[in-house]
């Protein structure tokens, strides 16, 4: 989940709540930042390589005419070659775990909170092509509206389960299509079990669901089924039982490719309602970040491969294929130790997919989490989620609607 909120009591207690409102959160400047330049990019400089024994913040600039990130007492972040980032338009609206799908030139960008007591219930479309947004469309009533799980053969989108409502309720077991050509929606079998940021892609003719978090939010599921599908039909009644993934967990990302379905990152544990609470208010539980990667081939029994370079989680619609690879944007790792605070990720993942092993890329705008990613014309964007509170703090502050690409050269 996304957001902190802390009172001036909180701030020091080290086992604070991890929410933040983005309706009292103030904006901060990537210019007062980083280095800006006329023509809207940002360039961001390499992070030096402090260690989590250094006690003191430092924001002086060095001699290249940049900033640098400088972590206090938590996990640095890792080094990284220099990116130079371009702004385009913001989303119409902020959003916090919603999801994304691109098809062509088209990212469909799909509900989210905006605040901890408001979520969307509609779709808007980004147009890579000319670089604007437009065709707003609502989702149906019963859909959920964040932690939802989302596959696409290329014209229709299947959206399985998800949180439906704000705060922290529980998610529901609902399933749609949407024909992306008629902006038509239909109603598919419902899940065995509702779940919550369940891992989800098509592969080999069927939609496979897995993982995510049980009922209580909190609970990490295992459960992996499955379900014939065909051009936005339905090809059976009845969803099948699957080899369970070996971890269960929301927030991971699940991407196909070369026939091999893969499953990564992730978390154990999330916020859960406050006990008696009618607004579902949220009450910490203890999470675990992990970055394991699995695989599934033609044996049907999940492989175990290289982790990921550090844990990873909030990284389900965080994730592009290029060039024989997997490229992942941003997310958060482990809790502070001390603290106990959540620490986001700025930094981008090269998963390649001819040796499996993994590699650090680039550096983004800012550390952020749920980020919604695209691809076209070589450059990779980014858009929405929720940012840090600065270079030299890497806590969950405000949410945004910002876009932003990079021309990536692998």
Same mark, same amino acid.
């Given at each position: ?51 989590? +024994? ?61 605040? *901890? ?11 890579? =092509? ?14 959920? +509206? ?33 024909? =992306?050509? =008629?902006?038509?929606?239909?109603? *598919? ?24 978090? #049980? ?137 390649? *997919? ?14 952020? #989490? =749920? ?36 021309? *990536?050269?692998?």
């Amino acid at each position: 989940m996304g957001f902190q909120m802390y009172s001036r009591f909180e701030e020091n207690v080290a086992l604070a709540v991890d929410f933040l409102w983005a309706s009292v959160s103030s904006s901060s400047s990537i210019a007062s930042s980083w280095a800006s330049r006329n023509d809207g990019t940002v360039v961001i400089p390499n992070a030096a390589n402090h260690t989590e +024994n250094e006690k003191t913040f430092d924001n002086k600039e060095e001699k290249n005419g940049g900033p640098q990130r400088v972590l206090s007492a938590t996990f640095a972040d890792l080094p990284a070659p220099e990116l130079e980032w371009e702004q385009m338009p913001s989303s119409p609206v902020p959003r916090l775990d919603g999801y994304a799908i691109q098809i062509k030139n088209l990212l469909y960008v799909f509900s989210g909170y905006q605040t *901890l007591d408001y979520v969307h219930s509609h779709v808007d479309v980004y147009n890579f =092509t000319n670089n604007s947004w437009g065709g707003r469309f609502d989702t149906p009533k019963d859909m959920a +509206n964040s932690h939802l799980g989302m596959a696409s053969d290329g014209r229709y989108i299947y959206i399985v389960s998800g949180q439906k409502g704000p705060q922290c309720r529980g998610p529901i077991a609902h399933t749609f299509v949407l024909d =992306t050509e =008629t902006k038509k929606w239909e109603s *598919l079998p419902p899940l065995p079990a509702p779940r919550y940021a369940p891992a989800t892609q098509l592969w080999r003719d069927r939609l496979h669901v897995m993982g995510g978090s #049980k009922e209580n939010r909190h609970t990490p599921g295992v459960e992996h089924w499955s379900l014939a599908v065909k051009n936005g039909k339905v090809l059976e009644k009845h969803w099948r039982n699957e080899i369970p993934i070996p971890r269960g967990g929301p927030h991971r990302a699940c991407v196909v490719v070369d026939d091999r379905l893969f499953a990564i990152g992730g978390q154990e544990g999330d916020f859960m309602a406050k006990p008696g609470s009618p607004i579902f208010k949220c009450s910490r539980r203890h999470e675990v970040v992990y970055g394991d990667v699995y695989m599934l081939d033609d044996g049907m029994k999940w492989k175990v491969l290289s982790p990921m370079p550090k844990p990873n989680s909030h990284i389900e619609s965080s994730w592009v294929i290029l060039n024989n690879s997997i490229i992942i944007m941003g997310g958060t790792t482990e809790k502070h130790p001390v603290t106990k605070r959540m620490i986001l990720v700025g930094e981008m993942f090269q998963f390649h *997919l001819g040796s499996l092993k993994w590699s650090v890329i680039g550096k983004l705008p800012y550390r952020v #989490k =749920t980020t919604l990613a695209g691809f076209w014309d070589g450059y990779i964007y980014f858009t929405s989620g929720q940012r840090d509170r600065g270079p030299d703090n890497p806590q969950p502050r405000k949410v945004v609607g910002e876009m932003w690409r990079t021309k *990536l050269r692998l």
